[in-house]
């Protein structure tokens, strides 16, 4: 079953535009990580927040994270249209397992 | 440095064929290794885990099975093919328990059961 779901499924934006994706989940976590995946590849891993943390930048990218609603913010700022691509969270659930959610598909138009 | 391989790229098998994919890991030592299922324009599903030579964690009861018969080495299997197990199977590592759980991910199979 999906621990996570993004919102919103779809997004497009123009170059330059910042772009909000937000991931909600169902259990307790030990750290959240957010992944891209162009289109018919893998996932390419980008930031990860520990549980304990509510905040984390990498480069243009920023997360949130508020455990006690359960809920994660990513945030691409000036957005390229390199940046088009799934977003997906996952979280760390335990027993080394990666629960993935159902992503966000992110169109930056030039 | 570590880099993971995952083959073939492209499968078309027939309904009730045997199917066999196949990853390594090199660079690495102990790995974590996983095999997930993503189904046209949705998330991916964790088929398999596994965290040593011969332990494998099934988290979807199905006809698929995996198997890890060397350090860097997991394949998952099929021995008789569905229609509905058509899609995108990706293989990931992470390091082993205590790491910080990041994956690294192949760059997936493409099944189509027709």
């Known amino acids: 079953s999906q621990q996570g779901e993004e919102d919103p499924q779809a997004l497009s934006i123009q170059e330059g535009e910042n772009a909000t994706m937000n991931c909600s989940y169902k259990t307790s976590i030990n750290n959240l990580q957010w992944y891209r995946q162009n289109s018919g590849r893998g996932l390419v891993h980008l930031i990860l927040?520990?549980?304990?943390?509510r905040e984390k930048h990498s480069g243009r990218l920023r997360v949130t994270l508020d455990t006690s609603k359960k809920s994660s913010s990513l945030l691409i700022t000036a957005s390229r249209a390199a940046d088009t691509a799934s977003y997906f969270c996952?979280?760390?659930?335990?027993?080394?397992?990666?629960?993935f959610g159902t992503g966000t598909r992110l169109l930056v138009s030039p | 440095s570590q880099t993971i391989h995952q083959w073939p790229a492209t499968l078309v098998q027939p309904v009730g064929s045997p199917l066999s994919l196949e990853c390594t890991v090199e660079g690495t030592s102990n790995p974590n290794l996983y095999w997930y299922r993503q189904a046209a324009g949705r998330g991916l599903q964790l088929l398999f885990y596994?965290?040593?030579?011969?332990?494998i964690s099934s988290e979807v009861p199905q006809n698929l099975s995996a198997s890890r018969p060397q350090d860097r080495q997991f394949i998952l299997s099929s021995k008789k093919l569905l229609l509905s197990d058509s899609g995108f199977y990706l293989c990931?590592?992470?390091?082993?328990?205590?790491?910080?759980?990041?994956?690294?991910f192949g760059e997936g199979s493409r099944l189509t059961v027709l």
């Open positions: 990931a590592w992470s390091g082993p328990a205590g790491a910080t759980g990041e994956l690294f």
């Open positions: 927040i520990r549980s304990n943390e």
């Open positions: 596994s965290v040593g030579i011969g332990q």
């Open positions: 996952a979280t760390d659930v335990g027993f080394q397992k990666l629960v």
